[in-house]
Protein backbone atom coordinates (compact mmCIF):
# COMPACT_ATOMS: atom_id res chain seq x y z
CA UNK A 1 0.00 0.00 0.00
CA UNK A 2 1.53 3.54 -1.05
CA UNK A 3 1.66 6.30 0.85
CA UNK A 4 -1.24 8.07 -1.05
CA UNK A 5 -3.46 5.13 -0.79
CA UNK A 6 -2.86 5.08 3.22
CA UNK A 7 -4.20 8.60 3.25
CA UNK A 8 -7.10 8.18 0.76
CA UNK A 9 -8.08 5.68 2.98
CA UNK A 10 -7.62 7.36 6.25
CA UNK A 11 -9.84 10.72 4.70
CA UNK A 12 -12.29 7.91 3.85
CA UNK A 13 -12.76 6.72 7.26
CA UNK A 14 -13.02 10.38 8.81
CA UNK A 15 -15.17 11.51 6.45
CA UNK A 16 -18.00 8.61 6.90
CA UNK A 17 -21.58 9.44 7.50
CA UNK A 18 -21.94 8.57 11.78
CA UNK A 19 -25.56 7.73 12.63
CA UNK A 20 -26.62 8.94 16.15
CA UNK A 21 -29.27 7.00 17.71
CA UNK A 22 -30.16 4.66 21.25
CA UNK A 23 -29.45 1.66 22.36
CA UNK A 24 -30.52 -0.98 24.96
CA UNK A 25 -28.55 -3.35 27.26
CA UNK A 26 -30.48 -6.57 28.10
CA UNK A 27 -29.28 -9.05 30.86
CA UNK A 28 -31.43 -12.71 29.66
CA UNK A 29 -30.50 -13.98 32.74
CA UNK A 30 -31.73 -11.59 35.02
CA UNK A 31 -34.54 -9.50 32.56
CA UNK A 32 -32.75 -6.13 33.47
CA UNK A 33 -32.09 -3.62 30.92
CA UNK A 34 -30.20 -0.58 30.50
CA UNK A 35 -30.46 2.17 28.33
CA UNK A 36 -28.00 4.61 26.56
CA UNK A 37 -27.18 6.84 24.00
CA UNK A 38 -24.38 7.26 21.34
CA UNK A 39 -23.05 9.78 18.55
CA UNK A 40 -21.70 6.34 16.25
CA UNK A 41 -24.55 3.75 17.75
CA UNK A 42 -22.67 1.26 14.57
CA UNK A 43 -19.92 1.27 16.52
CA UNK A 44 -21.31 1.11 20.51
CA UNK A 45 -21.42 -2.26 21.03
CA UNK A 46 -17.66 -2.88 20.20
CA UNK A 47 -16.74 -0.50 22.24
CA UNK A 48 -18.88 -1.20 25.55
CA UNK A 49 -17.92 -5.22 25.12
CA UNK A 50 -14.52 -4.33 24.72
CA UNK A 51 -14.72 -2.49 28.11
CA UNK A 52 -17.05 -4.57 30.15
CA UNK A 53 -14.50 -7.84 29.21
CA UNK A 54 -11.68 -6.05 30.01
CA UNK A 55 -13.40 -5.07 33.13
CA UNK A 56 -13.06 -1.53 33.12
CA UNK A 57 -16.39 -0.38 32.21
CA UNK A 58 -17.75 2.98 33.63
CA UNK A 59 -21.05 1.42 34.40
CA UNK A 60 -20.73 -0.46 37.38
CA UNK A 61 -23.86 -2.26 38.10
CA UNK A 62 -23.51 -3.55 34.19
CA UNK A 63 -19.98 -4.28 35.14
CA UNK A 64 -21.19 -6.29 38.55
CA UNK A 65 -23.87 -8.55 36.44
CA UNK A 66 -21.57 -8.79 33.39
CA UNK A 67 -19.20 -10.29 35.55
CA UNK A 68 -21.34 -12.55 37.31
CA UNK A 69 -23.25 -13.91 34.04
CA UNK A 70 -20.81 -13.66 31.82
CA UNK A 71 -20.94 -12.22 28.19
CA UNK A 72 -23.43 -14.66 26.36
CA UNK A 73 -26.28 -13.46 28.79
CA UNK A 74 -26.42 -10.23 27.34
CA UNK A 75 -27.80 -8.59 24.06
CA UNK A 76 -27.64 -5.04 22.38
CA UNK A 77 -30.52 -3.35 20.78
CA UNK A 78 -30.55 -0.60 18.80
CA UNK A 79 -33.83 1.01 19.61
CA UNK A 80 -33.81 4.44 18.19
CA UNK A 81 -31.55 6.25 14.98
CA UNK A 82 -31.90 9.68 14.69
CA UNK A 83 -31.90 10.89 10.80
CA UNK A 84 -28.35 12.54 10.04
CA UNK A 85 -29.46 16.29 8.95
CA UNK A 86 -29.59 17.06 12.55
CA UNK A 87 -27.43 20.05 14.17
CA UNK A 88 -25.19 18.73 16.60
CA UNK A 89 -26.94 20.98 19.40
CA UNK A 90 -30.77 19.35 18.12
CA UNK A 91 -29.00 16.09 18.08
CA UNK A 92 -27.39 16.27 21.74
CA UNK A 93 -31.03 17.67 22.97
CA UNK A 94 -32.82 14.47 20.53
CA UNK A 95 -30.84 12.15 22.15
CA UNK A 96 -31.15 12.50 25.77
CA UNK A 97 -35.12 13.45 24.89
CA UNK A 98 -35.27 9.93 23.05
CA UNK A 99 -33.13 7.99 25.65
CA UNK A 100 -35.52 9.10 28.70
CA UNK A 101 -38.44 7.82 26.70
CA UNK A 102 -36.83 4.52 26.10
CA UNK A 103 -35.71 4.03 29.89
CA UNK A 104 -39.16 5.03 30.66
CA UNK A 105 -41.03 2.33 28.27
CA UNK A 106 -38.51 -0.18 29.17
CA UNK A 107 -38.53 0.33 32.93
CA UNK A 108 -34.45 0.61 32.25
CA UNK A 109 -31.54 1.93 33.63
CA UNK A 110 -29.54 4.84 32.14
CA UNK A 111 -26.36 4.35 31.10
Known amino acids: ?11 DYKDRETVA ?9 TG ?5 QSRHID ?6 WFALKMGGSPY ?7 TAHGGDSFRFEQLD ?16 KRAALWAAR ?3 ELL
Request: aromatic content about 4%; glycine content about 6%; overall charge positive.
Open 1 to 11: MTSADRKALIN
Open 21 to 29: GVFAVICSA
Open 32 to 36: RARVG
Open 43 to 48: TQQNGL
Open 60 to 66: RSLQTEW
Open 81 to 96: RLPPDLTDMARKDELK
Open 106 to 108: LEA
